[in-house]
Nanobody, 115 residues
Framework: QVQLVESGGGLVQPGGSLRLSCAASRSIFSIYSMGWYRQAPGKQRLLVAA???????NYVDSVKGRFTISRDTAKNTMYLQMNSLKPEDTAVYYC?????????WGQGTQVTVSS
């Protein structure tokens, strides 16, 4: 099993930045892939960015050039650096890990972009 704990959400003005963190309970080298999803009120949970065990990354078009996914293998932690935030980025952000073909989720962290 994998436990995931997110942190770093909050309220930020448009154009501002936030960094989300996701701490995993086991070595992230053993995890097939990790990613960030977000869910806005009344909408589906959608993938924002993902990183594979080999380090390959991918992003949804709406965040390319603004968000960066990364990881610190020594800390078993994944990050999402979010810059140039827009009101439409407002959502609950969830950390996801695929381990032994099973998905695991964090509890979610709220990101609100508003003036």
């Amino acid at each position: 099993q994998v436990q995931l704990v997110e942190s770093g959400g909050g309220l930020v003005q448009p154009g501002g930045s936030l960094r989300l963190s996701c701490a995993a309970s086991r070595s992230i080298f053993s995890i097939y892939s990790m990613g960030w999803y977000r869910q806005a009120p009344g909408k589906q949970r959608l993938l924002v960015a993902a990183i594979e065990s080999g380090g390959n990354t991918n992003y949804v078009d709406s965040v390319k050039g603004r968000f960066t996914i990364s990881r610190d293998t020594a800390k078993n932690t994944m990050y999402l650096q979010m810059n140039s935030l827009k009101p439409e980025d407002t959502a609950v952000y969830y950390c996801n890990a695929v381990y032994q073909r099973r998905p695991y989720w964090g509890q979610g962290t709220q990101v609100t972009v508003s003036s």
